[in-house]
């Protein structure tokens, strides 16, 4: 059985035997490892995304109207008595985070480019049912919410469930929590024996299938605490196994893993499958870099916006993984932004992500965690081989600002060439600074290019 502490512990990453390790793919031109044609391998050099660090920002323990902390607490408490973090005066804090500040947040956030994963859990600390009702809550209330994270929060962030309840284990005959109250039937730390793909990938799709009721797309899933621990591989799998049944996502991803300073942050790819055929199969695991030094999962803490960057951006976590050339996720939890109606939590954020852009704003990218995920998948997988006419790439996976340096094989501006027969002459640039897609640049000894990469074959050519 596992310890309290080790129950709740968030997230320490431990890396799997069934992981593909991702190339280093940085601000620092690294060729891939495993191409087989050795002419092609020396000359091309993936980049990050139009040549810039992504940046995500991950929110847990999110959902509509419920705060998680206050809510959550009491039910911590019964399980772990003896853990002084669960002796909180809870009922003491707000019990709802209101659209208001879910407004004032996303817009602010919309404004400045950021872009993350926003937690809707889907039966928040057994109160109420998203897709149903909520008491405490009109349903007006709660259908409004669900509006606004529809239309303010999708267009920039993914959207997962956090298991069911992010308290209790919930009897999927029922639909009702597990009578028994123990770390074996709190989802934090479920489950503490063997389980099948097949049951945990039951469990999952339960949560999924309340969030797709409610119209809210999901292309992943969110680990409350310890969820999984002790079943690392068959959770991986079942994540990709209830994202394609419940919604059909091609490429399902999920977050479970915090790492810590001097390791890389690349995501890691799973389960890797089937890669020769029209349906490839893989399971990617995007990892955050950073703790929660907001406001904390109750939102009852002082903010420590330093850790993640000083106010001039001259050290802090986010910075450490910006200068590493990987991507720079760093995570929160939504109580801590609201931090019991005082957004402090949301104003040291706010001090960050400016703080960031000053210093980092033309070498740095926001992009939700999907993106994130699939741009390193293509870049792990596409097939990239020399041609007599010039190169060719097989991708089993599409992204956008596909990026590439290629060591200068002619003169003349880049034609980019689809299966479909679609062709695109890409448009030169004075300033690496700019790439973007659609774009490329002449440098010394090589050219930058920068394109929206299909799935399946493309070819790069040269004009006369």
């Not at 059985?1 to 129950?7: C, G, K, Q």
């Not at 008491?135 to 469930?161: A, Q």
């Not at 929590?177 to 074996?184: D, F, G, K």
């Not at 774009?439 to 799935?455: T, Y």
Request: net charge neutral; with cysteine; proline share 7%.
């Amino acid at each position: 059985m596992l310890t309290p502490e080790a129950a709740t512990s968030r997230r320490t990453f431990l890396s799997s035997s069934l992981a593909v390790t991702g190339a280093t793919i940085g601000l620092r031109a690294v060729p891939l490892h495993a191409q087989k044609n050795r002419s092609a391998k020396d000359s091309v050099t993936i980049l990050n995304p139009r040549n810039r660090v992504p940046l995500s920002f991950i929110i847990d323990d999110s959902t509509c109207l419920v705060n998680m902390g206050h809510f959550c607490m009491p039910q911590f408490a019964e399980c772990y008595p003896s853990r002084k973090d669960y002796q909180k005066p809870w009922k003491t804090w707000p019990r709802e985070i209101p659209d208001s500040f879910v407004r004032e947040f996303g817009e602010w956030c919309a404004e400045h480019g950021v872009k993350g994963k926003y937690s809707i859990v889907p039966n928040p600390a057994c109160v109420g049912w998203m897709d149903r009702e909520i008491p405490g809550w009109s349903r007006r209330e709660l259908l409004d919410s669900l509006k606004l994270v529809r239309e303010l929060m999708v267009p920039n962030w993914d959207i997962h469930p956090e298991m069911i309840t992010h308290t209790r284990v919930i009897n999927l005959k029922t639909g009702r929590p597990i009578n028994e109250i123990s770390p074996a039937t709190m989802e934090n730390s479920y489950p503490q024996e063997n389980k099948s793909v097949d049951e945990l990938a039951a469990y999952l799709a339960y949560s999924l299938r309340i969030l797709k009721n409610c119209d809210l797309p999901c292309e992943g899933v969110t680990t409350p605490g310890g969820f999984g621990n002790l079943v690392k591989p068959e959770l991986s799998l079942a994540v990709h196994d209830a994202v394609r049944d419940v919604f059909g996502s091609e490429l399902p991803h999920y977050f479970k893993y915090v790492i810590g300073s001097g390791e890389s942050t690349m995501p890691k790819l799973e389960h890797v499958r089937d890669l020769n055929t029209n349906d490839p199969k893989v399971t990617v695991n995007v990892p955050a870099g950073t703790g929660d030094w907001f406001g904390g999962w109750d939102g009852d803490r002082e903010s420590e916006p330093d850790r993640y960057a000083t106010e001039d951006a001259a050290s802090g976590r986010m910075v450490e993984m910006i200068e590493q050339g990987e991507p720079a996720v760093m995570l929160c939890h939504w109580p801590g932004m609201y931090t019991q109606g005082t957004k402090a939590g949301f104003r040291a954020f706010q001090r960050v992500v400016t703080s960031l852009a000053v210093r980092y704003r033309n070498k740095t990218v926001w992009m939700k965690v999907s993106q994130i995920g699939r741009y390193y998948a293509a870049a792990e997988l596409t097939k990239i081989t020399a041609t007599p006419d010039g190169i060719s790439l097989n991708a089993p996976f599409g992204t956008s600002g596909f990026t590439l340096r290629i060591a200068k094989p002619a003169t003349g501006r880049p034609i980019i060439r689809t299966a479909s027969g679609e062709s695109q002459t890409l448009d030169e640039l004075g300033s690496i600074a700019d790439i973007d897609s659609g774009k490329w640049l002449n440098e010394e000894s090589s050219q930058v290019l920068c394109f929206d990469l299909p799935k399946g074959s493309t070819t790069i050519s040269w004009a006369a």
